[in-house]
């Protein structure tokens, strides 16, 4: 019996299979091309708000590394966004939930913020 949107793996052949994944990396390399050219622009309202769409659809995961260095750029920001009411709060929740993170990691993937140790930067130890 079929569940309404349930699907199981076993109703597709192996190619189809092979199809979807080959599509699936295909999608991946297209959104890490978009954050690494994201990266290089100035543009810190865009950085934020690339990570907060990247942690709301729930495939931050993918793309750690690069979320890091988008939240070390927005943490070394000596501007500190705006006097603007949403880049102030996008910015305070995004490294309020990255240090929450920090606080609750274990030491096999610790990170930890060596603003404590004066360089003023964050650092995430694999």
Not at 4 to 17: E, H, V
Not at 45 to 56: A, G, H, S
């Amino acid at each position: 019996m079929l569940v309404a949107g349930y699907f199981p793996l076993s109703i597709y052949y192996p190619l189809q299979l092979f199809s979807m994944k080959k599509k699936a990396q295909i999608k991946k390399e297209e959104v890490r091309q978009i954050i690494l050219e994201t990266l290089a622009s100035s543009n810190l309202v865009e950085k934020m708000e690339l990570v907060d769409t990247l942690q709301r659809i729930g495939v931050d995961y993918h793309y750690k590394k690069e979320i890091n260095d988008l939240l070390c750029y927005v943490y070394n920001d000596k501007d500190g966004g705006s006097s603007n009411l949403y880049i102030t709060s996008l910015r305070f929740y995004l490294l309020r939930s990255l240090f929450r993170y920090i606080r609750s990691s274990t030491t096999s993937s610790i990170c930890f913020l060596s603003s404590i140790f004066g360089d003023g930067k964050v650092c995430w130890l694999k």
